[in-house]
Nanobody
Framework: QVQLVESGGGLVQAGGSLRLSCAASGSIFSINAMAWYRQAPGKQRELVASITSGGSTNYADSVKGRFTISRDNAKSTVDLQMNSLKPEDTAVYYC???????????????WGQGTQVTVSS
């Protein structure tokens, strides 16, 4: 069984920083893309940032220049460094991983349980 464990959410004032971490464990042969999504109350889940196995990154326009996604392939972890946080960044943040259990099994899509980020004005 494969699981994702997220950590690092919390309450911060506008302009502050938080770092989210997500660790994958279990029967993993390889991990392709890793990403962070978020969902604010009453809104659809949206992509915040993604990173490929080769390190190529993609960001939502709303977070470019403020957020940085990184991964450690050896540890199967992905982090999201969030700086200059704004009240509109308030949401539940979800880790997402695309992985294979073997060369012939996958890819599979897995979501973390979500971690709350609240930015006060």
């Amino acid at each position: 069984q494969v699981q994702l464990v997220e950590s690092g959410g919390g309450l911060v004032q506008a302009g502050g920083s938080l770092r989210l971490s997500c660790a994958a464990s279990g029967s993993i042969f390889s991990i392709n893309a890793m990403a962070w999504y978020r969902q604010a109350p009453g809104k659809q889940r949206e992509l915040v940032a993604s990173i490929t196995s080769g390190g190529s990154t993609n960001y939502a326009d709303s977070v470019k220049g403020r957020f940085t996604i990184s991964r450690d392939n050896a540890k199967s972890t992905v982090d999201l460094q969030m700086n200059s946080l704004k009240p509109e960044d308030t949401a539940v943040y979800y880790c997402n991983v695309e992985f294979r259990k073997s060369l012939l099994r996958g890819p599979y899509d897995l979501w973390g349980q979500g971690t709350q980020v609240t930015v006060s004005s």
